[in-house]
């Protein structure tokens, strides 16, 4: 399973960005995709995940400002981030895995970078 993020970049404080996920390889039928972020020193955290029953959830911290969405087809996942703080600084992954549960997310992607800078 491969996953291979992209979109990230240097936005000002209150502006947008789209990052997605293109997924190859992952043949269950079951799965959950999801966004996680990590900046140095802190733990990485969860953003934001959707599964194959259309669940979604989000962190608290960008509920109403984030919007996760897949494209089965094309086996892409996106994350539109909206109205962009100075604390949502970080490395960005996709994750994939058979449930939500974090030890269920067995792929991960290479990360890209979104940088919140006036």
């Known amino acids: 399973v491969q996953l291979v993020e992209s979109g990230g970049g240097l936005v000002q404080p209150g502006g947008s960005l789209r990052l997605s996920c293109v997924a190859s390889?992952?043949?269950?039928?079951?799965?959950?995709m999801g966004w996680f972020r990590q900046v140095p020193g802190k733990e990485r955290e969860g953003v934001a995940a959707v599964d194959s029953d259309g669940s979604v959830s989000y962190a608290d911290s960008v509920k109403g400002r984030f919007t996760i969405s897949q494209d089965n087809a094309k086996k892409l996942l996106y994350l539109q981030m909206n109205s962009l703080k100075l604390e949502a600084t970080a490395m960005y992954y996709c994750a994939a895995g058979p449930s939500c549960y974090y030890s269920d997310l067995n792929y991960w992607g290479q990360g890209t970078q979104v940088t919140v800078s006036s």
């Open positions: 390889g992952y043949t269950g039928s079951r799965y959950c």
